[in-house]
């Protein structure tokens, strides 16, 4: 029962983090007009399941009057809504407070803050503790999202392999940037998804380009070809040629369904599954998409 409908705003990011598995960057692109916003959710409106509306990117504050207006038709709607952002507009409280005013009057129930060092270094007080404090100042719900680098930590899990922590995804622009070093695994271990629901999504990213991602990257169709309310209907992740062998079995499945042999060891079920993926591209253009997310033209 999909509840949640996500919208990659625009893949334009003022930040280009290692751990991105979106890479997203300054030169990225893709960025939804209101007109397919107003289409998009109608479509959600349809399947009667979905109750939030989160505005992603990249960073969805670069198309600040979008982002507003996006807000707004969501909650005329009757949805609740949030956003998450890397708060590079937080200068200082006030203007922060400046920035979140007419998002706060646009109707917005949730406001994510990246705040760690893939985004702010070690700055002393961060952008997300100054956006922070202007939300508190105007009685808007806040968090935060920190991500650490990747770290062997102890003890090791039930099989007597070291654990990695930190909370970064290896796929996207983490697998060039962030493995090195990291203890990995044999492929063959890798029997399972860990990380997302695919039989029963609860909720799906959609991009400007109309893909509907269960996973970033992967596609279960696009919506400017087919309507989401009818793709979402059909789907039937056993039937699909991405997420039918990942249900299955995992990335191992994937792999050997499609006969995809890499060499090497792996840090985890994202590492695999995203490479395999990326040597599936050219076969499969349809459903892994769309290629920026696999860091490709």
């Known amino acids: 029962m999909l509840t949640g409908v ?27 007009t209101v007109a397919r916003i ?3 959710l109608a ?3 349809k399947l009667g399941s979905v109750k939030w509306i989160f505005y992603e990117g990249g960073e969805p504050f670069l198309y600040y009057p979008v982002l507003v207006e996006g807000l707004r ?5 009757g949805f609740s809504t949030g956003v998450v952002t890397n708060c590079y507009w937080a200068t200082d409280t006030e203007d922060a407070a400046l920035w979140l ?44 999202i920190c991500i650490e680098k990747p770290v062997i930590s102890q003890p090791a899990d039930d099989r007597g392999q070291p654990v990695v922590g930190g909370g970064a995804l290896f796929k996207g622009r983490a697998v060039e940037k962030l493995t090195a070093g990291l203890p990995t695994r044999p492929c063959s271990e890798f029997t399972e998804c860990t990380h997302e629901e695919l039989v029963r999504p609860e909720r799906v990213h959609v991009d400007a380009f109309g893909h509907v991602q269960v996973c970033q990257g992967v ?13 979402v209907a059909s789907y039937d992740a056993a039937t699909h040629p991405i997420c039918g062998p990942l249900v299955r079995g995992g990335p191992a499945e994937l ?13 985890d079920e994202c590492h695999y599954c995203f490479l395999v993926r990326r040597a599936l591209l050219e076969r499969f253009p349809e459903y892994l998409a769309p290629r920026q997310v696999y860091g490709l033209d």
């Open 6 to 32: 996500h919208f990659l705003l625009t893949y334009t990011c003022n930040y280009e983090c290692d751990h991105c598995f979106l890479y997203c960057g300054p030169h990225a692109e893709g960025t939804f």
């Open 219 to 231: 596609s279960i169709g696009n919506l400017w070809e087919t309507p989401l309310s009818e793709l």
């Open 73 to 77: 038709l969501a909650r005329e709607m």
């Open 43 to 45: 479509e959600a409106r």
């Open 101 to 144: 005013g007419l998002v706060n009057d646009a109707g917005i129930d949730e406001l994510s803050m990246s705040d760690d060092e893939f985004h702010h270094g070690d700055e002393r007080e961060s952008p997300a503790q100054r956006a922070a404090a202007a939300a508190g100042r105007l009685g808007l719900a806040a968090g935060s």
């Open 255 to 267: 792999a050997r369904a499609h006969g995809v042999e890499l060499q090497g060891d792996f840090v």
């Open 38 to 40: 107003r289409e998009v």
